[in-house]
Structure formats: C-alpha cells, structure tokens
C-alpha cells in the first residue's frame, strides 16, 4: 500500500518519529485507512522534531491551522512532497528567529535549504501569521505560493532568489512588502497586488 496523503486521527500531539519509519509501516497505518476510513482528524497543536521524518511516500500534506509550533526537521526527508499547506512559516505561529521555512525540513538558517525536497512545487500558508525577512531565501525548486490567510505583512528578501517561482496569490489583507521581497524571482509571471497595500520596499521585484 502506498500512502500520499496524510490524514492524522486520534492525536493532539505528533511526537518524533511517530510518522517515521515505525508507525508508517505498521499494521497501525493499514488498519486506520482501510477500517476506520470515517475516523473524524482530532486537534492537532504541536509537531515535535521529526514528526514526520523519513516519510518518504507522502505527496500532499496539509497541516491544520491548530497547530502552532513545528519542531526542526518535522518533514525531514520527506522526499516525493509536492504540495503542502501550513499555517505559518518556521518554528511557531509566534514571530521567532526562527521564521525561515527550510526550518521545518531541517535547515538550520536560512540559506540552508538544500534540505527541502526538489518535489515540492506549491505551498499553500492558510495563517495569519507575518511572513519573515527571509522566509523562503533561494527556495529554488518552489513555483507556486498560495497565502490564503489574513497576513498583512512579507518581510525583506522573503522569496528572494526563488527562481522557479511562477505564481504568487497574495491576500487582501497584506499591508506591507520588503525590501528585495521578490527580488530573483526571473520565473514569475503572475502576480496581484492588493489595493491594501500601503508600503512596498525598494527593490522588491528587481530581477
């Protein structure tokens, strides 16, 4: 059985490993998809380091906006990821250091993001949350970002050198853009900017 998909039941808290190679590729997994296909997601809250490590068969993911904090390396090798919906960028639904979103798959700082599997083309942030100076720096293999959200500000340098980057749907309430935001961006062909934005920083789109 091959599962891409991801549909977590019965927990508050992914804890590590718990969607590695242990549970996985138990009994556990053929038994919740196959006799209890009705079983209603409970809450989730935290994802703990390496909540998802090693699941190297899951190709779409959505994270539930309850939860508000991902450990460092929680979708670690997470290799066949194509699309992925979360609620905010990095660490916490709080603003922290560490607000890059390599961070998830294991990058220790932004720059780091060899670590974020080339299969990953769209990301869908569903929060509330800012968007940090530096959020998604040479995310290279990412092309489509949807932020659906009620964001109101993208830091400096947020998508810079995200070069395979084709689409970006921003919301209305975005108040604020950075400096060099988009700046790289030589694949980007479509993009709205919102009547609610006050402020664009210099070089926000310079290629």
């Known amino acids: ?44 809250v935290v994802i703990n380091f390496v909540g998802f490590g090693g699941c190297a068969m899951i190709v779409d993911l959505v994270i539930p906006n309850s939860v508000t904090s991902i450990g460092n390396g929680a979708f670690a090798d997470c290799s066949n990821l194509k699309n992925l919906t979360i609620p905010f960028v990095g660490a916490s639904i709080n603003e922290s250091e560490d607000n890059n979103f390599g961070y998830i798959f294991g990058c220790s700082y932004y720059g780091h993001e060899w670590d974020i599997p080339d299969s990953l083309k769209e990301i869908t942030i569903t929060g509330n949350s800012p968007i940090g100076n530096n959020a998604f720096y040479e995310c290279v293999s990412i092309e489509i970002i949807i932020i659906s959200g009620e964001v109101v500000s993208i830091g400096g340098s947020a998508f810079s050198g995200c070069y395979s980057l084709k689409s970006i749907v921003m919301p209305d309430t975005l108040v604020s853009l950075g400096s060099s935001a988009f700046s790289g961006c030589s694949s980007l062909t479509s993009i709205t900017i919102p009547e609610s934005i006050t402020t664009i920083g210099v070089h926000a789109f310079h290629i």
């Open 1 to 44: 059985m091959m599962i891409t998909e991801a549909n977590v039941v019965g927990l508050k808290e992914i804890a590590r490993n718990s969607f590695g190679i242990y549970l996985f590729h138990s009994p556990l997994v053929y038994i919740t998809y196959t006799y209890f296909p009705n079983l209603n997601p409970i809450i989730l």
